[in-house]
């Protein structure tokens, strides 16, 4: 028998990878957490886009926005989820949270390691104004 054409299944490692993920993200939750004063800024990265949220956990609230995807996002068709367009969001980012008030944050890695992208936009957002 010949095998069916389709996407490939889910092999174990990519199961493991993903738990492992996850389990790193709880352990930060455990640790960061955000007030009014002090936000977190909560940092995703899908294939596609990145999505940055000032978020109040005190309330569950989300204070502040910026990806790459709102229309108010200058060049938007030019920006992807790369260490080049993750410097421009972290940028627009620090504005749209000064704009609210907001010039202290926890940052929120969401389980990524902080190299290559999220290091890009956590520098381009203490360089913009924001202090972590």
């Not at 996850?22 to 294939?47: T, Y």
């Not at 609230?61 to 060049?75: N, V």
Request: glycine fraction near 6%.
């Amino acid at each position: 028998m010949r095998p069916q054409p389709g996407p490939s299944p889910i092999t174990m490692q990519d199961s493991k990878k993903r738990q492992l993920r996850q389990l790193r993200k709880w352990r930060i939750r455990k640790k960061v957490a955000g007030s009014a004063e002090r936000p977190r800024m909560s940092v995703c990265f899908s294939n596609e886009h990145i999505y940055v949220q000032f978020v109040d956990d005190a309330k569950g609230r989300t204070l502040a926005s910026a990806s790459t995807r709102q229309k108010a996002t200058p060049g938007r068709e030019d920006l992807a989820a790369n260490a080049v367009s993750a410097k421009k969001i972290g940028v627009l980012a620090a504005e749209a949270a000064r704009s609210k008030g907001i010039s202290q944050v926890v940052f929120d890695r969401n389980g990524a390691k902080f190299h290559g992208k999220v290091k890009a936009l956590a520098d381009a957002a203490r360089e913009a104004g924001l202090k972590f």
